[in-house]
T-cell receptor, first 115, second 112 residues
Framework: ETGVTQTPRHLVMGMTNKKSLKCEQH?????MYWYKQSAKKPLELMFV???????ENNSVPSRFSPECPNSSHLFLHLHTLQPEDSALYLC??????????????FGPGTRLTVT | QKEVEQDPGPLSVPEGAIVSLNCTYS??????FMWYRQYSRKGPELLMY????GNKEDGRFTAQVDKSSKYISLFIRDSQPSDSATYLC????????????FGAGTRLFVKA
């Protein structure tokens, strides 16, 4: 596989469930990102990992918990979500995070519906 | 005031038309300006990238940056139905921060 992959592509979960989103990049990058994309809203940066270290937590509620075991894998653990958390969750990677970042490579996203 | 403003559209044009997509921004520290294209059920992909002010051309696409007006544009010449997508502008300060700020995206439809 090439590029950035995300699983599952679609997820429906109840508010009391616990689930995880997975992202894997095959580009040799060192930075990985989670974004939330809601209809007609800008991409919202949630978390940034640079060389496996979390460098950004953009005031995300604690019901979202990221995990980055290595530079190629990124997880987003979900628990007790709210209906307003329904959105497309995009994973991205780049060579490094920081100065002069111009290109991020995005995965296809996980379409999450919270019922 | 939002850091980046982008008209969500939708914008509908006939095949062959010249398309103009625009964003305004408020942060004068932005130096890197990008345009991403996002097809339905796909993630965004980088289309054009410009550093500081000026124009950049790539085939049918031209990106313009006017830092004095805090205004960026993407022009598509001879638009094709395959150009139908959502176009996201994005920008970053590139001075050690990790944040790229995205616009909300403009939905473009090119009719055959």
């Amino acid at each position: 596989e090439t590029g950035v992959t995300q699983t599952p592509r679609h997820l429906v979960m109840g508010m009391t469930n616990k689930k995880s989103l997975k992202c894997e990049q095959h580009l040799g990058h060192n930075a990985m990102y989670w974004y939330k994309q809601s209809a007609k809203k800008p991409l919202e940066l949630m978390f940034v990992y640079n060389f496996k270290e979390q460098t950004e937590n953009n005031s995300v509620p604690s019901r979202f918990s990221p995990e980055c075991p290595n530079s190629s894998h990124l997880f987003l653990h979900l628990h007790t979500l709210q209906p307003e958390d329904s959105a497309l969750y995009l994973c991205a990677s780049s060579q490094v995070a920081g100065t002069g970042v111009k290109e991020q490579y995005f995965g296809p996203g996980t379409r999450l519906t919270v019922t | 005031q939002k850091e980046v403003e982008q008209d969500p559209g939708p914008l509908s044009v006939p095949e062959g038309a010249i398309v103009s997509l625009n964003c305004t921004y408020s942060n004068s520290a932005f130096q890197y300006f990008m345009w991403y294209r996002q097809y339905s059920r796909k993630g965004p992909e980088l289309l054009m990238y410009t550093y500081s002010s000026g124009n950049k051309e790539d085939g049918r696409f031209t990106a313009q940056v006017d830092k004095s007006s805090k205004y960026i544009s993407l022009f598509i010449r001879d638009s094709q139905p395959s150009d139908s997508a959502t176009y996201l502008c994005a920008m970053s300060a590139g001075t050690g921060g990790f944040k790229t700020i995205f616009g909300a995206g403009t939905r473009l439809f090119v009719k055959a």
